[in-house]
């Protein structure tokens, strides 16, 4: 067990190697741009190349790359080229915004699935047909629209809620509550389209087992037979639907960030991006493939636990 | 070919697929006429018609913060999606098919490195990774798109990579008796038909998926000003929220409905390609009946069990209902043991299954009656038929896996399955079935208790299934072809074990088989079935000995000449499924 | 001086365009429990990058450091004059190559240290060895020195008529020797000004939290105890924040001032505080023979509805133009603003004339350009020409405009002082002018302002060089931008856009 967990955290670190790496090549084409960036609109010859040699860049890629891990096995992901921030501790602040909204999110997106999954998937018939229309309602109006009623009735017209900002948890719980109700919302709307039909296609299949027929011609009762047994069942591939729910989330929550201005990581990564800065987007890059592995990690032994058979001994 | 033909005319017939369809061939359409029906470019602007209001003339849908019109936007908006969607899916499906040939066909080793590829691609986050490579794409939304095919070509590759080996591994079998041709035309021609299906569905999804991406791209601002795109519209109607609130409903329902039409066209094609998936039904509810005029109770009958007229019906794909059995009629006294025979698909199980209150929420029954000691049993719920499960009428499955959950281990099962049926201690269901276990022939009862199903074999998981069915001392046995999935030594050894019990017990059994010979073992009494008929019933003996019925005399002839194992069920007799 | 890490979102181009010189701002609704107590909650569209004295950009950026750090000069609101500041006086030699500024007594460091000349020299010294924006503005500088405490003397390679008004800005910031080597620095420099950074509210990027110092030498010119900076990049957020008070300053689309509550909000417009504009990068006519036409150039400058822009894309934000001289300044003469009504017939017949009908140029498109491009192209059309937006991402603009890949390029450039807007736009190695175009009349012209420490004595070239590059069209001037300003109650926003973007900008309402 602890060797197989060392094992996957090892593939998880090999590929961090290797996605940094393709990354830091692919950025090494535009680091000309970031110095005359950061010299602005009358930097002369002369400053580039002091820039240049500065920054290091002068150096081959490789050298540079290398240099980058050395500091990074020292637990030092350099500081942003813009900014001077340190990296490492920035992208744990935004990660720590981006998580305290996916998380909630998940688990509430996670709650409503099955129940109205396990809802449609053992009424049938008009129940069924509520809840799949529910499900196309997420997928048609956009999360965004959600957000700018709720933003506009809840925030700007009672003033119940910030319109914008994000307050940390360890600052004021009620605050930070208020922070991210609007974005959660907006998030377990579109979560719940996808995974609610997620978990009633499965329940629909695992009550059509024939173990289900058998537990019933022994009298086993209902409840015990949809909760115990179907939905245990169901709950391994809806498991893996919802890493990639997880990982997707990020996407979804870069928008929500941008609409809401919170500082998380999808917006922090953007300006990044943007900007070219260097640091930065490696620094994302790396927690980005670190988290990926821990999430499938997770999922695997959760899976594991789930699923005797894909148990490991 | 007429497969295919088939497949279209069933997908015609669906309203979901032509509805959806319907609407992206439209919205198409719109787009590829985009050029005759706005008449101004999307790029077009007009100063004096910043925000100009929906029905102003010339601006159907009035104009943009920069005086464009919104209309032609929208219809070339259409344009940039379906072009996202062909290049994304494009890349997906060439390096996905392309990959999952190489990696299904070739050695273990090749799909080791593709399957470590793949999951490499997969662990990316999408959005994120586009936008960090902004600085290397410049934004261009073809060349993202390229970028976000080869992300998506993961859910394509295992899709071929899984289909290829199995066409594979069959084909092994088969080379080796058919030798000649090649074994890469047979999976090039096998493989093409099989993958064709789940491509397509894939396809509709992956679509949806790219067009996403790219509106959230072009929503963030990612991307050239100059092509007009859905998040773009989005992104400028939500600056000019306030001032038209419209600009932004637009793009916005236009973009949902295109991204709906795809999701629940692909599930259209889903049902038709790949079998239509069940729709739920109410569970605890019993099973459906719709008997208008049973047969009249016999008052005092003797008989444990007595079926009389009994007929199952099933809706066709065309609405139109088939019945599954007809007027089906058989009687079990106290200990008797009877054997229900009939080929694959002649409604045996059907019946089995009516009298334990299991029919598949599709089946009803139309007419008859099913009385266990005097009790009618058509039209009870599913918790008035719970009491007797168990308890009264036990049940031996055909498939000793598919019957125990994975989830549990095999003792836990069982004290669940004891405690319902008896209400009796955690403790005391857990020696009664341990003691079981070791009479049911397991060397080592504590360990089989504590071992998950797929950690048994076929034998030792059917002597559970027997512990588990009999553990309530029921007064009526029914086993579905309990040995028809075992080896044969382990078949006799079966075959010993519930004669022995229903000696033990003085149980009735109902044994559902096709095989004459494991009549002839075990049983006194015969039923005789075909195309959902009783044709025969009588002594084994006399059955066996002189049969009267032409249809058993065909099945004996088969057996005795030992050409046929096991027949092909009678053309167009039965619905899918309704021999399980 | 342009934007430079702009967020991509479109909305915020015209805020950000005003942007460029004014940050937003935003005063606090007055704080029940004390009257004492004044918050100020800005919202701007980009937040700062490093606070580091070697490395501080104009614009809205100033907010914050501006806070931080005093600067040496101070550019008076509604007027644009510069003031003493941190220098009680200065004084140029007679050919401008030395400067002697006079440093006022009784400044501290927000860590109990005296400001003296010794630690303005130092800052210098170290901004000039530094590669960053601001070296380049230091590049005349021959050395600083501290003459005694109080004392500063610069000594100049040759006069540079842009370093006076250049000490208002990063190039006058006064850092703490003690501490500008210290990591701290970029982030959380220590400074002189009125206030420092409360790193514990603080979220970087995002949200900048000042708080007053009360030993600072001006305190009765801050009334603000708090001032919070906040980056909100999107206008609708920006306007829903305002309205749900959680700032009590920002810019608003003017469209949306109706829907802001009379009661609460004042509104402010700023009539011009940046020059949008079509710069003609190859003047020369190298890659594209027909820019170096200056019937084409004056063709193009025909074309542009500079009205319809200003109406329907600025919302009437601003003041359309014929030339690049600030209307602030004393060089811009409202009578050559009639020189290029909008006349696509007269642009098409002054093509077709030069025989360059059909061509059509590259010209980047970026965060700035993206809500102009279309109405551009159209002008472009308009007079037989083609406009070919070629994306380019934010930290590529740069090089982009120097690769000489490009004919034309959209900008919006805020306010500096007449000299910088002329160096910048028609010397050889201005920003605005990156293919080096140079002729015997703009060398003669710069010749005589380079070298004329006398502002007053210098205007006339100043004027000639004008009149010049408007008959020339090196650029096409399109409007002033403005912005308007919605302030809660309690807040005042005092500037008009001479000023710089500071606190300063803002004042306590009467109420």
């Known amino acids: 067990m602890l060797a197989y967990v060392l094992r996957r955290i090892g593939a998880g670190l090999v590929l961090a190697l290797l996605v940094t790496l393709v990354t830091f090549l692919m950025l090494s084409l535009s680091f000309g741009d970031v110095v005359r960036t950061l010299l602005g609109q009358s930097a002369t010859p002369e400053s580039v190349a002091a820039m240049t040699k500065q920054m290091g860049y002068d150096r081959p890629v490789l050298v540079q790359y290398g240099d980058w891990l050395l500091h990074l096995l020292r637990g030092d992901l350099g500081t942003s ?76 017209r009672a003033k119940l809620l910030p319109a914008t900002g994000y307050t940390p948890l360890s600052t004021d719980p009620a605050a930070w509550l208020h922070s991210i109700t609007i974005p959660v919302i907006v998030l377990v709307i579109g979560g719940v389209a996808n995974m609610a039909a997620q978990v009633r296609g499965r329940m629909i299949d695992e009550l059509r087992r024939d173990y289900v027929r058998t537990l019933r011609t022994r009298g086993v009762s209902t409840t015990s037979i949809v909760v115990r047994h179907a939905l245990r069942n169901a709950a391994g591939p809806a498991l893996t639907v919802l890493s990639l729910e997880f990982i997707q989330m990020f996407g979804s ?18 300006n990044a991006s943007l900007q070219g800065d260097i640091p930065v987007i490696m620094g994302i890059t790396v927690f980005g493939v670190l988290l990926v592995t821990v999430v499938n990690l997770g999922t695997d032994l959760a899976n594991g636990w789930l699923n005797p058979k894909a148990r490991l001994h | 070919m007429s497969t295919r033909t088939r497949t279209w005319r069933r997908l015609l017939r669906d309203p979901q697929a032509v509805v959806t369809a319907g609407i992206l061939l439209v919205i198409v359409a719109l787009g ?380 836990a099962q069982l004290v669940e399955g004891v405690r319902s049926a008896l209400g009796v201690s955690k403790q005391e269901a857990r020696t009664r079935v341990l003691a079981l276990l070791g009479r049911c022939g397991i060397a080592d009862p504590p360990r089989t208790f504590d071992s998950y199903p797929h950690q048994l074999s076929g034998g030792m998981a059917q002597r559970v299934l027997i512990a588990g069915a009999v553990a309530s001392r029921p007064k009526l046995l029914i086993a579905d072809e309990p040995t028809t999935a075992l080896d044969v030594t382990v078949q006799a050894e079966i075959l010993d074990l519930l004669r022995d019990l229903q000696a033990e017990l003085g149980m009735a059994v109902l044994l559902v088989t096709h095989n004459f010979g494991v009549v002839a073992d075990i049983c006194d009494h015969i039923a005789v079935m075909s195309r959902g008929e009783i044709v025969e019933t009588g002594d084994v003996q006399k059955v066996l000995n002189d049969p009267r019925h032409e249809y058993t005399r065909t099945l004996l002839d088969a057996i005795l000449d030992d050409t046929t194992v096991r027949t092909d069920p009678p053309p167009g007799a039965i619905t899918e499924g309704a021999d399980r | 001086m342009p934007h430079k890490y702009p967020r991509l979102r479109v909305v915020a181009l015209i805020a950000a365009a005003t942007a460029l010189a004014l940050g937003a701002c935003s005063t606090d609704t007055p704080n029940s429990t004390g009257a004492a107590t004044h918050a100020l909650a800005i919202a701007v569209v980009t937040p700062p990058n490093s606070l580091d004295p070697a490395q501080l950009a104009d614009g809205q950026q100033m907010y914050v450091w501006g806070s931080i750090l005093d600067t040496l000069l101070y550019k008076k609101v509604k007027t644009g004059d510069l003031k003493p500041n941190a220098a009680e006086s200065w004084q140029y030699n007679g050919d401008g190559t030395k400067l002697t500024l006079k440093i006022r007594k009784g400044m501290t460091f927000s860590t109990g240290t005296p400001v003296n000349a010794q630690a303005i020299a130092a800052t210098m010294q170290r901004t000039m060895a530094t590669p960053g924006v601001l070296q380049v503005k230091l590049a005349a500088v021959k050395s600083v020195t501290a003459v005694d405490d109080s004392t500063v003397l610069i000594e100049f390679k040759h006069f540079d008529p842009q370093f006076l008004p250049n000490l208002a800005g990063g190039a006058g910031a006064i850092g703490d020797p003690k501490t500008l080597a210290d990591k701290r620095t970029a982030t959380d420099p220590v400074g002189s000004g009125p206030y420092t950074l409360d790193t514990a509210a603080t979220v970087p990027g995002s949200k900048y939290v000042l708080k007053k110092r009360n030993d600072y030498w001006n305190a009765a010119a801050y009334p603000f105890t708090t001032v919070t900076v906040r980056a909100l990049p999107d206008p609708t957020a920006s306007f829903n924040a305002l309205q749900a008070g959680e700032i009590n300053a920002a810019t608003v689309n003017s469209q949306l001032v109706g829907k802001l509550d009379k009661s609460t909000f004042t509104i402010t417009k700023v009539d011009a505080q940046a020059i949008m504009f079509l710069d003609i990068l ?214 008009d856009g001479k000023g710089l973007s500071t606190t300063r900008q803002f004042g306590l309402a009467q109420q």
């Open chain 1, 81 to 156: 080229v813009y900014t001077s921030l340190p990296v490492g501790p920035s992208v744990v602040q935004r990660l720590a915004v981006t998580l305290s909204i996916i998380v909630p999110a998940l688990l509430i997106t996670v709650l409503l699935s099955i129940s109205l999954g396990v809802w449609a998937a053992t009424r049938g018939g008009v129940a069924d047909r509520i809840a799949q229309g529910l499900s196309l309602v997420g997928y048609i109006v956009p999360g965004l629209l959600i957000a700018i009623v709720l933003v506009y009735l809840l925030a700007v």
């Open chain 1, 253 to 270: 929550a870069l928008i929500i960030e941008n609409v809401f201005a919170l500082p998380g990581y999808g917006s922090y990564a953007f």
């Open chain 2, 32 to 411: 590829l006429l985009a050029p005759f029906l706005a008449q101004h470019g999307p790029n077009d602007s007009d100063l004096g018609m910043v925000n100009a209001p929906a029905g102003t003339p010339g601006y159907l849908l009035g104009a943009d913060e920069s005086g464009r019109d919104i209309f032609s936007r929208l219809l070339h908006s259409i344009n940039t999606s379906a072009v996202s969607a062909l290049i994304g899916t494009g890349v997906a499906l060439a390096v996905g098919v392309t990959a999952g040939l190489v990696g299904g066909y070739f050695g273990a080793r090749t799909r080791g490195a593709t399957e470590w590829l793949f999951n490499l691609v997969m662990t990316f986050p999408g959005l994120l990774l586009l936008i960090i490579l902004m600085p290397v794409t410049g934004g261009d939304y073809r060349f993202t798109m390229l970028i976000f095919g080869v992300l998506l070509s993961p859910g394509i590759y295992r899709i071929v990579r899984n289909l290829v080996l199995g066409v594979k591994n069959e084909l092994y079998v088969d080379a080796a008796r058919v030798s000649g041709l090649g074994n890469t035309r047979i999976l090039g021609r096998h493989v093409l038909s099989v993958v064709r299906g789940p491509i397509i569905i894939a396809t509709a999804f992956l679509m949806g998926a790219a067009i996403a991406t790219q509106s959230g791209l072009a929503f963030l601002g990612v991307g050239s000003k100059e092509i007009p795109s859905f998040g773009d519209m989005i992104s400028s109607g939500f600056r000019n929220l306030y001032l038209a609130p419209a600009q932004f409903l637009w793009p916005s329902l236009l973009l949902g409905l295109i991204t709906a039409s795809l999701v629940l066209l692909g599930n259209a094609l889903r049902d038709t390609l790949e079998g239509s998936r069940p729709k739920p039904a109410k569970v605890g509810q019993g099973q459906r009946t719709d008997v208008r005029t049973g047969p009249a109770p016999v008052a005092g009958t003797a008989a444990l069990l007595e079926i009389r007229d009994l007929t199952i019906a099933y809706p066709g794909p065309g609405g139109e209902s088939r019945e599954v059995v007809r007027g089906a009629a058989l009687r079990i006294d106290r200990g008797q043991t009877l054997g229900l025979v009939g080929e694959s698909g002649s409604g045996k199980t059907q019946t089995a299954f009516a009298v334990l209150g299991v029919l598949p929420a599709e089946a009803v029954i139309t007419r008859g009656s099913i009385v266990f000691e005097g009790r009618e049993l058509v039209g009870l719920t599913d918790g008035e038929m719970r009491p007797l499960r168990g308890k009264q009428i036990a049940y031996v499955p055909q498939e000793p896996m598919s019957n125990l959950d994975p989830s549990y281990k095999v003792g």
């Open chain 3, 282 to 495: 190859d003047r020369k006519g190298a890659k594209w023979p027909a820019l170096g036409d200056v019937r084409v150039r004056q063709a193009i400058n025909y074309a542009i509805d500079r009205e319809g822009i200003l109406k329907g894309i600025l919302q009437g934000n601003g003041k359309v133009t014929d030339q690049i001289f600030s209307p602030f300044g004393k060089v811009n003469d409202p009578a050559l603003d009639v020189t290029y009504p909008h006349d696509p017939a007269k642009g098409k017949a002054l093509v077709q004339e030069a025989g360059y009908a059909g061509t059509t140029f590259k010209i980047p498109s970026t965060f700035l350009s993206t809500s102009f491009e279309s109405s551009i192209s159209q002008a472009f059309k308009d007079i037989g020409l083609g406009l070919d937006w070629v994306s380019v991402p934010p930290q590529q603009t740069q090089s982009a405009l120097l690769s000489g890949q490009y004919g034309l390029s959209f900008q919006i450039l805020g306010f500096n002082n007449d000299a910088a807007d002329a160096a910048q736009h028609y010397a050889a190695d201005g920003y605005a002018n990156p293919q080096h175009y140079q002729d015997a009349t703009t060398d003669r012209l710069l010749k005589v302002i380079n070298t004329t420490v006398d502002f007053d004595k210098a205007l006339p070239a100043y004027q000639e060089l004008n009149a010049y590059a408007v008959k020339q069209a090196f650029e096409a001037p399109i409007v002033f931008t403005g912005s308007t300003w919605a302030t809660s109650k309690g807040v005042a926003m005092l500037d």
